[in-house]
């Protein structure tokens, strides 16, 4: 759900972390506000898809990120067919759907440092009430920095199963890849704090 | 060597859970080479992890260049630098430069401090064909050259190693071994089952159940761990 950063040129590339989540921020409210008007989840998929093609990152990236979020698209959907009609249904995933890539495409286009640069900046006023704010940026890298390592675990345990010839069964998956990423949460926080990062 | 390079541990033993994983550690070292050995168990890394203070003593009390990891923790660690044997657990930025560069998060440097010693860190541990590469697309001798890039560019005065190369092929067992053992001016305190660097140390420490079986002349600790160990 949260990708990586790919390195480019492009203006979204170049723009602050800050005013960059801050735009963001404020396109994501108006999608979510502007429901009683017929033109705006159009409008919101062309800026979308606008953007993507401004960053460079192209089309492509753009379907890569839609298909990424294809399980909560069909946990949202399925829960409010239930309840609502089937059109708005549809028109609500599609608003959730429009915010999840928009969200994507902050962390595709800036660098960690500067994301927790700019989360640190952000929340200074919280440390006159004793908020660790460099903790917060810090979990923010952290979580993002996971992805790949968690990925990488998964890809170990599927390989192990399918040399020791184990059907692949979600319970079989889940058990083991809570344990290795709890593990890696333990080793990872005896290196920080080594690191002197506490 | 300066009083201020000193190891000291007094009586010190470490539990677990009532089990003894350290067992009444008395020893001063003031070499700069400092080897670690004995079987998987016999309490090596948990001796190394009282120097700064991933480990507290349950008994007895340790100092580590004038200074006590239970009360000194946070100022210990800024000039003790660790190097676990996994890398993949020491690297947290998506990119060599940001990795080490976030070795000096909140110490009060400039960006063109924070650039320069990143830069000369970046060439110091031979990563600078690699300086923007994913952390994570490295092969496991860069990563632990990047994680040995991290704690130096914090400019510790000592390093303490435990099993480094443990992850590594031959090639870069060595490379790091020498590393560590040949260029690095901090004193050094390598945890390993590798021999034949112990034998490059100035003293080597055998460990055996939780206890400090001897300690001295690499060769004669090493030929006699050898002859109880075929």
């Given amino acids: ?198 | 060597m300066s009083g201020q390079q000193e190891i000291r541990f007094e009586d010190v033993c470490v539990e677990f859970a009532g089990r003894a994983a350290l067992r009444e550690v008395s020893i001063t070292l003031n070499e700069k080479r400092i080897g670690v050995i004995g079987s998987n168990g016999s309490g090596k890394s948990t001796f190394a992890r009282l120097f700064n203070g991933l480990v507290s003593p349950t008994r007895g009390r340790v100092m580590i260049h004038g200074l006590d990891p239970l009360r000194d923790g946070r100022r210990l660690r800024q000039r003790v630098g660790f190097i676990f044997s996994n890398p993949d657990a020491q690297i947290v930025m998506p990119t060599v430069t940001e990795d080490l560069a976030f070795s000096l998060r909140g110490r009060g440097l400039t960006r063109a401090e924070v650039d320069g010693r990143v830069t000369s860190t970046i060439a110091a541990v031979d990563l600078g064909a690699h300086a923007e590469a994913s952390t994570h697309g490295l092969s496991s001798g860069q990563k632990q050259l990047l994680a040995l890039g991290a704690i130096l560019i914090g400019e510790p005065d000592l390093v303490v190693a435990d099993e480094p190369t443990a992850m590594l092929d031959a090639s870069n067992s060595r490379k790091i071994g020498n590393r560590l053992l040949d260029e690095i001016p901090q004193q050094l305190v390598l945890v390993t089952h590798d021999l034949r660097l112990a034998a490059r140390c100035d003293v080597v420490l055998r460990f055996k159940e939780g206890m400090l079986l001897e300690h001295g002349d690499p060769r004669s600790v090493i030929a006699r761990y050898e002859r109880d160990h075929p």
């Fill in chain 1, 1 to 198: 759900m949260i990708a990586l950063y790919h390195p480019g040129t492009s203006v979204l590339h170049r723009m602050p972390a800050g005013a960059k989540v801050l735009v963001f921020a404020a396109l994501a409210l108006a999608i979510t506000v502007t429901t009683g008007t017929v033109w705006s989840l159009p409008l919101a998929g062309v800026i979308t898809v606008a953007l993507y093609m401004c960053s460079g990152l192209g089309i492509l990236t753009l379907l890569r990120q839609l298909y990424t979020s294809r399980w909560i698209v069909l946990v949202m959907l399925v829960s409010q067919v239930i309840f609502l009609p089937l059109m708005d249904a549809i028109t609500n995933t599609s608003r959730v759907l429009v915010v999840i890539v928009l969200a994507a495409l902050i962390t595709l286009t800036t660098r960690i440092p500067a994301l927790l640069d700019a989360t640190d900046h952000a929340l200074a006023p919280l440390r006159r009430l004793r908020v660790n704010t460099a903790a917060i940026g810090l979990l923010l890298a952290l979580t993002m920095t996971a992805i790949p390592v968690i990925s990488g675990f998964a890809s170990q345990i599927r390989e192990a199963q399918r040399a020791r010839g184990v059907p692949v069964r979600p319970q079989r998956f889940v058990v083991p890849l809570l344990v290795m990423s709890l593990k890696h949460s333990d080793e990872l926080a005896d290196a920080l704090t080594a690191r002197g990062i506490e």
